[in-house]
C-alpha cells in the first residue's frame, strides 16, 4: 500500500504561482511514474502532468510554458510548479503514483483556486 500526502493548494490571484508537493510512503517504492491530475466541477479528471521512471516528462497542451514538474532523488517525491495561473486552472489537483506492477495510487487532492 502506497500512502501519497499532498500539499500546496490555496486560493491565488490570475497570474500568481503555487507550488504543490506529493510525497509517498510505502513500505518499498518501486515508481513507475508519479504525476498530477485535476478536476474541475463537472469535468473529468484529467492528466496536469507526469514523470516515468525513464525520465520522461508529459505535460498537458494547457499548461506547457506555465507549469512544471520536477522531483527528488532519491526519488519519493513529485512537485508541481504552477505559474501564471489562469482562473480556468481551478480545480482539485490529485497526485498520482503508477508502481512498477500497473497499480495506480492517488491522494486525496488539494484544492487551487485561482480568483480575484
Known amino acids: 500500500q502506497v500512502q501519497l500526502v499532498e500539499s500546496g493548494g490555496g486560493l491565488v490571484q490570475p497570474g500568481g504561482s503555487l507550488r504543490l508537493s506529493c510525497s509517498a510512503a510505502?513500505?518499498?517504492?518501486?515508481?513507475?511514474?508519479m504525476g498530477w491530475y485535476r478536476q474541475a466541477p463537472g469535468k473529468e479528471r484529467e492528466l496536469v502532468a507526469n514523470?516515468?521512471?525513464?525520465?520522461?516528462?508529459n505535460y498537458a497542451e494547457f499548461v506547457k510554458g506555465r507549469f512544471t514538474i520536477f522531483r527528488n532523488n532519491p526519488w519519493n517525491s513529485v512537485y508541481l510548479q504552477m505559474d501564471s495561473l489562469k482562473p480556468e486552472d481551478t480545480a482539485v489537483y490529485y497526485c498520482?503514483?503508477?508502481?512498477?506492477?500497473?497499480?495506480?495510487?492517488w491522494g486525496k487532492g488539494t484544492l487551487v483556486t485561482v480568483s480575484s
Open positions: 514523470i516515468l521512471r525513464g525520465g520522461r516528462i
Open positions: 510505502a513500505s518499498r517504492l518501486n515508481i513507475a511514474a
Open positions: 498520482n503514483y503508477v508502481s512498477d506492477r500497473d497499480l495506480s495510487y
